[in-house]
């Protein structure tokens, strides 16, 4: 059973600490050479987790469904890093060993898109087997 939209867990990070909690984790997993604004939108949406705007170097991500209320953090962490992956794919294809971003006219996301979001991800997997073997059983 769903709790309603307007009641948060308990366990629910404050919206305001989502965008300093979401680029401390990003530091830890890629240090980004040209800068971006997140906006963390308290807006409900029924599908638009969230986009990345190139003109403004802007990642927004929308923290409320508007059917299920507040989307789950770990949800929104995986949403941040897709837009970040686009930012990256933008301002750094080098880094990435790409000439350029490689994006297909009619296609949301290039190869490089799909090389940089798999290594963000991978880099995260591999810092939370790190902090889960620390712990230990």
Same mark, same amino acid.
């Given at each position: 059973m769903s709790r309603?939209?307007?009641?948060?867990?308990?366990?629910?990070?404050? @919206?305001s600490a989502i965008a300093p909690l979401f680029r401390a984790r990003l530091d830890r997993l890629f240090l980004c050479r040209v800068e971006f604004d997140l906006d963390?939108?308290?807006r409900a949406t029924?599908?638009?987790?969230?986009?990345?705007?190139?003109?403004r170097r802007l990642v927004r991500l929308y @923290?409320?469904?508007s059917e299920q209320g507040r989307r789950p953090l770990e949800e929104l962490f995986d949403?941040?890093?897709?837009?970040?992956?686009h930012h990256l794919e933008y301002t750094e294809p080098d880094t990435f060993s790409a000439s350029a971003c490689g994006r297909i006219p009619g296609r949301m996301h290039s190869r490089l898109f799909w090389r940089i979001l798999g290594e963000l991800k991978y880099r995260w997997a591999r810092l939370q087997r790190q902090a889960a073997d620390r712990v230990g059983p």
């Open positions: 309603p939209a307007h009641l948060p867990s308990r366990f629910d990070v404050p @919206v963390v939108n308290s029924a599908r638009v987790l969230g986009g990345y705007y190139r003109s @923290v409320n469904d949403t941040f890093l897709h837009e970040v992956s």
